[in-house]
């Protein structure tokens, strides 16, 4: 069975500074991996996913990720966050059956 | 739009009332999920359906139940409520593909379950 490990629970930064949000998995199988944003009382949103192809992904607001199969690892990257970041993320993985997330990662953007 | 409707938004029950929430999408999705997520926590995975097959989490307590009538609606049942039951509980579909599950879950608002 895959599992997810987000090694970062809290992650504070500065407004329009870059950031880093970690996540390994393990997987016995070829993986699928995706980065859902969630924010206050909401459901999750898709940022961005892997399938297939080139490691380097592009999601929405600026972020993107890099799948790393050596390393097993898919971290979440931002060049310049904004306040309207601040929410949290959670790590996924699919193989051939369901989804399983990571503990998720609160990034707190602060001014 | 497309998308994966969850209703309520906010349902309060009292403790050991049954409860029903519900979820609908016109995604066309053969693959629908429910998820359970507490406060700062992940989603949990409950069960999920692959059309009619419903495949339960092994983990997943007797007290929870789920019903899928057609494609479009799931349902999911709590029997006999408790104060630990007290969640946000998440609706998801995908596309199934017709065999393994790989591309990305749609996910609805959320339904907030308080027990009293």
């Known amino acids: 069975a895959q599992s997810v490990t987000q090694l970062d629970s809290q992650v504070p930064v500065f407004e329009e500074a870059p950031v880093e949000l970690r996540c390994n998995y393990s997987s016995s199988v070829s993986v699928y991996l995706f980065w859902y944003v969630q924010y206050p009382n909401q459901g999750l949103q898709l940022l961005l996913k892997?399938?297939?192809?080139?490691?380097l992904v592009k999601g929405i607001n600026g972020f993107e990720a890099e799948f790393n199969k050596s390393q097993t690892s898919f971290h979440l990257r931002k060049p310049s966050v904004h306040i309207s970041d601040t929410a949290e993320y959670f790590c996924?993985?699919?193989?051939?059956?369901?989804?399983?997330f990571g503990a998720g990662t609160r990034l707190t953007v602060k001014p | 739009d497309a998308m994966v409707i969850q209703n309520p938004r906010y349902q309060v029950t009292q403790f050991g009332k049954p409860v029903t929430l519900s979820c609908s999408q016109t995604l066309n999705h053969n693959v629908m999920y429910w998820y359970q997520q507490k406060s700062s926590q992940a989603p949990k995975l409950l069960f999920h359906?692959?059309?009619?097959?419903?495949?339960n989490e092994a983990d997943t307590p007797d007290n929870f139940q789920s019903r899928r009538p057609n494609t479009s609606f799931c349902f999911l049942d709590i029997r006999s409520p408790g104060l630990g039951d007290a969640a946000m509980y998440l609706c998801a579909t995908s596309r199934g593909q017709g065999g393994p599950i790989r591309t990305e879950a749609f996910f609805g608002q959320g339904t907030r379950l308080t027990v009293v």
């Open positions: 359906y692959y059309d009619k097959d419903f495949n």
């Open positions: 892997y399938l297939s192809g080139s490691t």
């Open positions: 996924a993985v699919s193989d051939s059956n369901d989804m399983r």
